[in-house]
């Protein structure tokens, strides 16, 4: 029996990183214990940031932001950084805030935009009141 339907359309999509193996790689070093990955990993994923137009990938974004953070409280702890302790509270908080509304844009209608509040609690997330 002959399909009278058109075939699919392959869609192909522009990724930052060159191979599979490379975006695997850069995984793996994200989430290792040794700080020189999880620093080759971010400078990395730096490099791709510069090759895509479009921004990074909503969960390599977020990522990026937090394990910067976890950097830098590596290094604050072992005394090997500048930074105080207000300004390592700071990077966490921006990069928890970032995770937030990176995630929250996947939630919203281009032609109605809802508060984050509203969309946690319309998808059974927990609010705190202010």
């Given at each position: 029996m002959e399909s009278n339907l058109p075939?699919?359309?392959?869609?192909?999509?522009?990724?930052?990183?060159?191979?599979?193996?490379?975006?695997?790689?850069?995984?793996?070093?994200?989430?290792s214990t040794k700080l020189e990955d999880k620093r080759w990993a971010i400078d990395t994923i730096h490099i791709w940031e510069s090759r895509c137009h479009a921004g990074l990938?909503?969960?390599?974004?977020?990522?990026?932001c937090l394990v910067r953070?976890?950097?830098?409280?590596?290094?604050?702890?072992?005394?090997?950084?500048?930074?105080?302790?207000?300004?390592?509270?700071?990077?966490?908080?921006?990069g928890l805030i970032r995770f937030v509304n990176l995630r929250t844009e996947h939630l919203q209608n281009a032609s109605f935009k809802l508060r984050v509040?509203?969309?946690a609690?319309?998808?059974?997330h927990s609010?705190?009141?202010?």
């Open positions: 075939e699919p359309k392959s869609h192909a999509t522009v990724v930052p990183w060159r191979t599979q193996d490379e975006f695997i790689n850069v995984y793996e070093k994200l989430y990938p909503t969960a390599i974004e977020a990522t990026y953070a976890v950097i830098q409280d590596t290094l604050f702890n072992e005394n090997l950084t500048f930074m105080i302790e207000k300004d390592l509270v700071s990077m966490y908080a921006v509040s509203d969309l609690e319309k998808n059974g609010t705190m009141d202010c």
